[in-house]
């Protein structure tokens, strides 16, 4: 068996939990992710704390063995909130689960007061099933598996009946997928047969925690540093593929792994998406951006038999699929807007004022996003290499605006509306007209915006038939 010692920073929680248990004669073990990461030499995971112990026997103990808080946060699932030196620590007693046909997260039925055994059965995956026993350090291994698959890097059933499992909670679809691309661990191929099996029910999973494990999935490589023989967030997008998931939360991808590319990408539609995710820097919002722009490309070519107008065909699918998966509206909304620009001056032909007219309406921030996509949607083709030259000519336009100090809003202005309305009576919406013509002027013109230049400007960009008055 391994024995394990608790990193310096959680020794004194670890003597804490110790006295806890030894107060009511029982033994007290860390699991699940904590374990695994220790064993696996990555830092550690949440604290998570298993034992006999019911949930008011380790809140009357808690406070003597020196926690400032313990409470009950979910007495049906048996959970016990403890808090000291700013750790959080989660107790949960051990349990047997049962769950209704469909995939549901919540389970139908819960046993508290099982065995050991019992509790690791309930879990997922075999490797998130070690015990650490707090007294020695020893690792229990209680199904057989868990220590075998952290030694191979692999992801294997708790239990036997990995299709069991599967089905019991649909949210183990996201989680398989989570876990192998954090870890690069790979997949058995029984428990990945029955992940195909069972895609169809992470319908029954909430927005919220689709949301939320699929952050995780598209951020995978910021879990942990390892050596990868190909990029996390790229083998995230083939995984959620291959076991279904994707097609089920995004249907409009259904047949773009069967549709081919131009003479410009190695790679079909498919393959092609998952490279360019690979390719970017670790950013949700880019990330779902590569996700989805070319997700229009299926429909566009069954509609047209060619690829134009797919970007803009994208963009309407990313603004109605990102808020059904519990997306929300802000990131949902940045990365609608990358979709629907990514195809912008794809050729280089754009006059310097159209790009700087284009930097002004998205914002620095944004723009700085599409020049990272253009780079991985380049780098994705497969048939490209750094540097990428309409991305070099974007940033060079950006950093000369940033130097030149343009202003990018109406309020970076030398002038306001007040001063419009007392030089020349201007009124209502005729104001913001002017203010915005004058600041597409100072895209292309910084060093204009001064107040007394811009009220000279002014009337050149008033409405037919406006008067102007004389400047006060």
Not at 19 to 27: D, I, V
Not at 215 to 232: G, N, V
Not at 345 to 351: F, I
């Amino acid at each position: 068996m391994a024995k394990l010692t608790l990193p310096p920073a959680h020794r004194r929680v670890g003597e804490a939990l110790q006295a806890l248990f030894a107060a009511k004669g029982a033994q007290g073990y860390l699991v699940g992710g904590y374990v695994r990461n220790l064993l696996l030499g990555l830092p550690p995971a949440d604290l998570d704390i298993a034992s006999a112990l019911l949930p008011e026997e380790v809140v009357q103990a808690a406070a003597a063995a020196g926690f400032p808080e313990a409470r009950i946060v979910n007495a049906r699932l048996g959970t016990v909130l403890l808090q000291m030196d700013g750790e959080k620590i989660e107790h949960t007693t051990f349990r047997r689960e049962s769950y209704a046909a469909g995939g549901g997260h919540t389970p139908a039925r819960v046993e508290i007061g099982a065995t050991l055994l019992e509790d690791a059965l309930r879990r997922d995956f075999a490797v998130n099933a070690l015990y650490m026993r707090l007294t020695d350090g020893e690792v229990l291994d209680p199904t057989g598996r868990g220590l075998a698959d952290i030694a191979a890097r692999r992801l294997r059933s708790a239990r036997a009946c990995a299709a069991e499992m599967i089905r019991d909670d649909a949210l183990r679809l996201l989680r398989l997928v989570r876990f192998a691309c954090q870890l690069d661990f790979q997949i058995e191929s029984v428990l990945f047969r029955a992940a195909r099996e069972y895609a169809g029910q992470i319908h029954a999973i909430s927005r919220e925690r689709i949301a939320a494990e699929m952050q995780k999935i598209l951020l995978s490589d910021t879990a942990y540093a390892l050596p990868r023989r190909i990029p996390a967030a790229q083998r995230a997008v083939i995984l959620l593929e291959c076991v279904g998931v994707l097609r089920e939360l995004i249907p409009e991808f259904a047949g773009y792994r069967e549709i081919g590319q131009c003479k410009y990408h190695k790679y079909n539609v498919f393959l092609h998406t998952a490279h360019t995710v690979g390719e970017t820097p670790p950013d949700l919002v880019l990330r779902y951006a590569a996700l989805l722009h070319d997700v229009g490309k299926p429909c566009v070519w069954r509609e047209t038999g060619c690829m134009r107008g797919h970007d803009l065909c994208g963009a309407d699918i990313a603004a109605r699929r990102l808020p059904e998966m519990g997306v929300n509206r802000k990131t949902t909304e940045q990365v609608v807007r990358l979709v629907r620009e990514h195809m912008y001056d794809l050729t280089g032909q754009a006059r310097e004022s159209r790009i700087r007219r284009k930097i002004q309406s998205m914002g620095y921030a944004a723009f700085d996003r599409l020049i990272l996509l253009r780079e991985a949607d380049f780098l994705g083709s497969g048939k490209e290499s750094r540097p990428v030259a309409t991305a070099e000519r974007f940033r060079a336009v950006r950093d000369a605006m940033q130097r030149e100090n343009a202003p990018m809003q109406v309020g970076d202005l030398d002038i306001t509306g007040c001063d419009l309305m007392a030089a020349y009576a201007l009124r209502g919406a005729e104001i913001g007209r002017v203010l915005h013509a004058l600041l597409d002027f100072c895209a292309l013109h910084p060093a204009q915006n001064k107040k007394q230049h811009l009220l000279r400007l002014a009337p050149r960009f008033f409405a037919p038939g406006q008067a102007e008055g004389g400047t006060r």
